[in-house]
């Protein structure tokens, strides 16, 4: 199972990106999927996340500016972000979790797609 990111970039505070994930490989079916963050010097963070029923959760800090969604036919995983902040540039990480084979779950992370917001 192989994860790919992409749609990060450099943009302006106010500015908007769209993150992308896609999964790829062998796999029975997709659990939860989601996105965390790490800035430079700082721990691994979850930003949202979204279960195989659609339900997401967002940390507080990006509540009502980003929004996360799914779309299981293609296997991929979006986050929405708007009204950047300075704050919010960090490496991000998108993650599923699989039921590779039956009885069998794992969690699977993409490469990382950096963030860069400018004041």
């Known amino acids: 199972v192989q994860l790919q990111a992409s749609g990060g970039g450099l943009v302006q505070a106010g500015d908007s990106l769209r993150l992308s994930c896609v999964v790829s490989g062998s796999m029975l079916s997709i659990y939860d999927m989601g996105w965390y963050r790490q800035a430079a010097g700082k721990q691994r963070t979850l930003v949202a996340r979204?279960?195989?029923?659609?339900?997401?959760n967002y940390a507080d800090s990006v509540k009502g500016r980003f929004a996360i969604s799914r779309d299981d036919a293609k296997k991929m995983v979006h986050l929405q972000m708007n009204s950047l902040r300075p704050e919010d540039t960090a490496v991000y990480y998108c993650?599923?979790?699989?039921?590779?084979?039956?009885?069998?779950?794992?969690?699977?992370w993409g490469q990382g797609t950096k963030v860069t917001v400018s004041s």
């Open positions: 979204i279960t195989s029923s659609g339900n997401p």
């Open positions: 993650y599923a979790y699989v039921l590779v084979r039956t009885g069998t779950m794992a969690s699977y």
